[in-house]
């Protein structure tokens, strides 16, 4: 999927001012102007180093949550299980994502930078907002894993992890109220729609495959036990999200 447009230099830049800018914007040395806030706090998907931590509450972490392990690379595999997009060239690769609200260009923005990958982001048709990374070797084995030619299928061992899922909510999770959380899936990815959903399941997720004409492709996932094992998962929400954007813990 190529995102540039005319007069595309790909370089960043700054994302779309349609709520104020959180404190974490303020420039500091060596790093961008106009960037996406940093991740500071566990909330923003960085961790200590050390044995398990426990919430505010006293409950021990999820061994696979996101607050569990530090940010990879592979955790962007997480993106394509939604609708990312990675594409090659020669000995590199890029990915790509579109996205629906400004809050989700500053998060992505930060876990990218977190991870050691720049990226730059552009208004697209329909308010949306395409982010993309530049090409580097770093994305080759991500690419390798998940391309057959120019198609997106998960690899064989693909599964969901804690870190991975809170990238796939960050771009396109949606709240249905009252009890439901909808993942959205790629449009033209029909052939990862099934293993995806098989990873889901496997996380404690099942969920329900909705069509194009039921409002997807997403898969919803349904009732309190499953939200509350989805906001484990994800860990606390970044601080650029809306409070109703982000699953919560009972």
């Not at 198609?151 to 909510?169: D, N, Q, S, V, Y």
Request: aromatic residues 6%.
């Amino acid at each position: 999927m190529s995102l540039s447009g005319p007069g595309d230099t790909g370089k960043a830049q700054p994302p779309p001012a349609l709520f104020p800018a959180p404190e974490s914007d303020t420039p500091t040395p060596g790093r961008r102007r106009g960037g996406a806030p940093q991740n500071r706090s566990s909330q923003e998907g960085s961790v200590q180093n050390g044995p398990p931590q426990t919430d505010d509450a006293g409950r021990q972490l999820v061994f696979f949550g996101a607050d569990a392990a530090e940010p990879t690379v592979a955790d962007l595999a997480g993106l394509l299980a939604g609708p990312g997009e990675v594409v090659r060239m020669g000995g590199t690769a890029r990915l790509s994502v579109q996205v629906d609200a400004a809050w989700r260009v500053h998060v992505l923005v930060a876990e990218l930078a977190s991870r050691g990958l720049a990226a730059s982001w552009e208004p697209t048709e329909g308010a949306r907002h395409a982010v993309r990374t530049s090409y580097t070797r770093v994305l080759k084995p991500l690419a390798a894993a998940w391309l057959h030619g120019t198609t997106k299928r998960p690899p064989a061992a693909f599964h969901l992890t804690g870190r991975r899922l809170r990238l796939w909510l960050a771009v396109a999770g949606t709240p249905e109220p009252p009890d439901c959380f909808l993942l959205r899936l790629g449009a033209d990815d029909k052939e990862c729609w099934e293993p995806i959903g098989v990873a889901l399941a496997s996380a404690g997720l099942a969920g329900t495959l909705l069509g194009p004409g039921e409002g997807g492709p997403a898969y919803r996932i349904a009732g309190r036990r499953r939200l509350a094992r989805l906001a484990e998962l994800v860990g606390g929400a970044p601080s650029a999200a809306p409070a109703d954007a982000w699953p919560t813990r009972p």
